[in-house]
């Protein structure tokens, strides 16, 4: 469940990104059958070669991407033709890759608490693996589109130690430092220990406390501490410690972490 739960933070959106660049432009070759032929082989290219490059480089690729296709498309009112050739939740889907990212994580957000029940796996893909800024700016748009705070329907929505865990995730207070303090990551790998092997049940708080509050850098290092004091892996402490949604959050963390 780790790994599949990783490929899938990590990659999701630059899968959904190229996949859909490439429909889209597929759908631009079979309107207009122009320089969108020249296009079409570009991105093809781009895809293959995403198979032996980094997420990092291909995130530049998907974003130039977006740029060739959107200003091939400069002549032709691009957005109109998908309209008008695509339907259903395809057509959302092709057209959503067009909207300012936190403004679509903005409309996920709202989709996973709105109707009956919560999808809590998007709530944690989006919450979990944004900065502080980007998370800024999807409360920035949720409020400016529902004019409610995201903070506020998350709490209503969702309970317990992970309603706590997505309360801390959604203000957006994690630090920033770039070098992790040593000293610091040894202490509170500690308490992580204290937290859960070493006790009878978890004590909840303090990994909401660390995983939602220090930067990636100094999580890296904790997490090494981490395994010198228990001798595992902090995902096997979670798996064996938590459970349920709560397990899944945390996991994310640990996993965009590392």
């Not at 936190?102 to 709530?123: F, H, M, P, Q, W």
């Not at 865990?165 to 220990?193: C, F, H, I």
Request: net charge negative.
């Amino acid at each position: 469940m780790i790994q599949r739960f990783s490929v899938y933070v990590k990659k999701f959106h630059v899968r959904r990104c190229l996949i859909g660049m490439l429909c889209a432009v597929y759908v631009r070759v079979c309107i207009h059958s122009s320089s969108s032929k020249i296009i079409f082989a570009v991105v093809v290219i781009l895809v293959v070669v995403v198979v032996v490059v980094e997420v990092a480089v291909v995130e530049v690729v998907a974003a130039a991407v977006v740029v060739v296709v959107v200003a091939a498309a400069a002549a032709a009112d691009l957005l109109s033709d998908l309209k008008s050739e695509l339907s259903g939740k395809f057509e959302s889907f092709v057209l959503a890759l067009f909207e300012h990212p936190r403004i679509y994580d903005a409309k996920e957000c709202n989709g996973a608490i709105s109707g009956v029940g919560t999808n809590e796996d998007t709530l944690i893909e989006i919450l979990a693996t944004r900065s502080n800024q980007e998370i800024k700016d999807i409360r920035d748009q949720y409020r400016l589109h529902y004019k409610r705070e995201l903070e506020r329907d998350i709490q209503a929505d969702t309970s317990g130690d992970f309603k706590r865990l997505l309360t801390s995730l959604v203000t957006g207070n994690r630090e920033e430092r770039s070098q992790p303090d040593v000293e610091l990551a040894k202490k509170e790998a500690m308490e992580l220990y204290k937290a859960g092997e070493k006790r009878l049940g978890t004590d909840e708080a303090v990994f909401n406390r660390i995983l939602c509050l220090r930067s990636n850098p100094q999580l890296c290092e904790t997490f090494n501490q981490y395994k010198a004091i228990s001798g595992k892996d902090i995902e096997k402490s979670i798996e064996s410690e938590m459970s349920g949604n709560l397990e899944i959050g945390c996991l994310a963390i640990g996993e965009w972490t590392l």
